[in-house]
């Protein structure tokens, strides 16, 4: 076939189409598994809302990275270590080290949390 030629999507062999809707089907459960073991490590999945109660204003910012691959079926144990306070006049930041280990205690994801709260007004 010529590179000027144009394809028509409906005229595709059934090994195309298999493999395309594999390929899709793969990609969906990968999204979704990593969005499982993300969605882990959120503050909200542990005890940091309890703690800030009220004081929480924003949620600044997220990153993670997989470092190991996560399968379905694995257990997964999230933590999160505050790892640095930045104050300001009313109101402050706190920056969280989000970690996601498997059941073989390897580490699977790490990442970062910034939060921002209100703060307390001295006693």
């Given at each position: 076939m010529?590179s000027?030629?144009?394809?028509?999507?409906?005229?595709r062999?059934?090994?195309?189409?298999r493999?395309?809707?594999?390929t899709?089907?793969t990609?969906?459960?990968?999204?979704d598994?990593?969005?499982?073991?993300t969605?882990?490590a959120?503050?909200g999945?542990?005890?940091?809302?309890h703690?800030i109660?009220?004081?929480?204003i924003?949620?600044?910012?997220?990153?993670?990275?997989?470092?190991?691959?996560?399968?379905?079926?694995?257990t997964v144990y999230?933590e999160?270590v505050?790892?640095?306070?930045?104050?300001?006049?009313?109101t402050?930041?706190?920056?969280?080290?989000?970690?996601?280990?498997?059941?073989?205690?390897?580490l699977?994801?790490?990442g970062e949390?910034k939060?921002?709260?209100?703060?307390?007004?001295?006693?």
């Amino acid at each position: 076939m010529k590179s000027t030629e144009k394809v028509n999507p409906t005229n595709r062999s059934a090994g195309f189409s298999r493999a395309i809707e594999a390929t899709s089907n793969t990609l969906s459960r990968l999204i979704d598994t990593s969005a499982r073991v993300t969605a882990q490590a959120a503050a909200g999945a542990g005890w940091f809302p309890h703690v800030i109660g009220d004081s929480l204003i924003a949620f600044l910012e997220q990153s993670s990275r997989f470092l190991e691959p996560v399968y379905v079926g694995d257990t997964v144990y999230p933590e999160l270590v505050i790892t640095r306070l930045e104050p300001g006049r009313t109101t402050g930041v706190v920056v969280l080290r989000a970690t996601v280990h498997n059941q073989a205690r390897e580490l699977v994801m790490e990442g970062e949390h910034k939060y921002l709260l209100r703060r307390k007004p001295a006693a």
